[in-house]
């Protein structure tokens, strides 16, 4: 077990803004391995520094969980850049009870607070911003995940043409970037499929899927980047719906990226499946490193493929 940290760091702030201690415990549940907020004890830490996440919900549970994690007097230090949920900063931090000292810096709004003795609101911040289940997905998702609340179009355009066109999965497979499971679910309804390996970045994305999938002894769920090696080989299929967005601005090479290991990860004649937003150039990848690739559909402005290794 992981000793209990004394300091945490929530993402990458800008380090000429906040000191961060050497040892502070990486709590981004964008970083495998690293440590669950939820798990840090109660008013253990002395020092927190966070770049605080956009989505107003997910940055609203982060800051309550700091605060929550924080002894009372040790120092919360918050960044954000002012479009992404900087103006906002100030407001949330004392709305949870917390006397805030705002300033502007490098685009970044820094606020430093203290822990109050005394906090408000923060039950209801963890609760609405805590995994969930969701109606719309009949799925347990968490706000900050992709497309957390409802199905995304893509993977929806994806399942219909696999269903169309009477394709059956079968054997082993992955799906890339699986998300709560929307895809998972609909591969592992295949009788013929023997085993999926569901991989993403998200730590989030893969408790959702845990719970989703419990008692599905055909899901192996794995708490990864797909652009490193993974311990798997000689799959019959992939299945992916890859993203295009690192760091909240559009980078194309992590689709490419999640294409070439979905090529490795293939036996020869296995196939891939992949969604795609109709404006994002993945042929220029695809082609030269597939026998055959095919646009199977094309609709609502996404692209499904069928490339054959
Ligand atoms: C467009 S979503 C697809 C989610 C799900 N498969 C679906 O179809 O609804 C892309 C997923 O990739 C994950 N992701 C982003 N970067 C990743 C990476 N480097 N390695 C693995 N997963 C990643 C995201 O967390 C997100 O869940």
Redesign the pocket.
């Known amino acids: 077990m992981n000793p209990i940290p004394i300091a945490c760091v929530y993402g990458s702030p800008l380090t000429d803004l906040a000191d961060v201690p050497a040892g502070s415990a990486q709590v981004s549940p ?1 970083v495998p391995g690293s440590t669950a907020l939820e798990h840090l004890p109660d008013a253990s830490l002395d020092r927190f520094v966070i770049a605080a996440p956009p989505g107003t919900v997910e940055r609203r549970y982060a800051l309550a969980q700091a605060l929550r994690a924080l002894k009372p007097g040790a120092p919360l230090i918050a960044m954000a850049p002012k479009d992404k949920g900087g103006a906002r900063l100030k407001k949330e931090l004392q709305t949870f009870g917390c006397e805030v000292f705002e300033e502007g810096r490098r685009h970044q709004r820094l606020c430093e607070t203290t822990r109050p003795e005394t906090l408000s609101g923060l039950e209801a911040a963890m609760a609405a911003g805590g995994l969930h289940k969701v109606e719309a997905l009949d799925l347990w998702s968490q706000p900050g ?3 957390w609340d409802r ?2 179009p ?2 929806l355009l ?1 399942i219909e043409t696999l269903k169309s066109a009477g394709h059956l999965l079968s054997g082993k497979g992955v ?10 679910r609909y591969v592992l309804s295949h009788k013929g499929v023997t085993r999926l390996d569901l ?4 730590r989030r ?1 893969v408790e959702a899927a845990r719970r989703n999938f419990e008692g599905e002894p055909r899901a192996a769920i794995h708490w ?5 090696a993974l311990p798997l080989e000689g799959l019959d299929f992939v ?8 760091s909240g601005a559009e980078d194309q090479a ?1 689709g490419q ?2 294409i070439r290991r979905a090529y490795q990860l293939l036996r020869k004649g296995g196939t891939t499946w992949l ?1 795609a937003n109709r404006h994002l150039a993945y042929e220029g990848v695809l082609t030269p490193l597939f026998a055959s690739v095919a646009l199977k559909a094309e609709a609502g402005g996404f692209k499904v493929y069928e490339a054959r290794r």
């Not at 799906?175 to 998972?184: M, N, Q, S």
């Not at 990864?224 to 490193?228: G, I, K, L, N």
């Open positions: 964008l995940l992709f497309s199905p995304d893509g993977t994806l799906d890339l970037g699986c998300g709560p499971g929307l895809l998972a991989v993403d970045l998200d994305a990864a980047d797909a652009r490193e299945v992916m719906n890859p993203p295009f967005h690192d992590l990226a999640f969604v």
